[in-house]
């Protein structure tokens, strides 16, 4: 059975910054795209970012929503099945729970082609 974990969440003040990290478990992701998503309360769940290993995706393998483009930072360890968020200059706009999602079966940038969800992680931005 498939397992997404995420960890990193907590209260930041604003300019702070966290990594956030998603863990698989109970199958290799080495080639499966990876999305963060965020749902902050009475939103939807929006895009954040996305990895797409060995693929080039709109000019690189990484894509990031226009909010947090130059600020937040997509990676992954394929030995340790994991991917993180880097987020720094964070703001209070950005406070939501936070989810990774796997193995998408359409556009990235959309939640319900995804297959693999995490639990969700609280991030916090105090102004």
């Known amino acids: 059975q498939v397992q997404l974990v995420e960890s990193g969440g907590g209260l930041v003040q604003a300019g702070g910054s966290l990594r956030l990290s998603c863990a698989a478990s109970?199958?290799?992701?080495?080639?499966?795209?990876v999305g963060w998503f965020r749902q902050a309360p009475g939103k939807e769940r929006e895009f954040v970012a996305a990895?797409?290993?060995?693929?080039?995706?709109?000019?690189?393998?990484?894509l990031y929503a226009d909010s947090v483009k130059g600020r937040f930072t997509i990676s992954r360890d394929n030995a340790k099945n994991t991917v993180y968020l880097q987020m720094n200059t964070l703001k209070p706009e950005d406070t939501a729970v936070y989810y990774c999602?796997?193995?998408?079966?359409?556009?990235?940038?959309?939640?319900?082609?995804?297959?693999?969800w995490g639990q969700g992680t609280q991030v916090t931005v105090s102004s």
């Open positions: 999602a796997a193995d998408p079966r359409g556009d990235v940038r959309t939640p319900s082609t995804y297959n693999y």
């Open positions: 109970g199958r290799t992701f080495t080639s499966a795209a």
């Open positions: 990895i797409v290993a060995g693929i080039r995706w709109s000019g690189g393998s990484t």
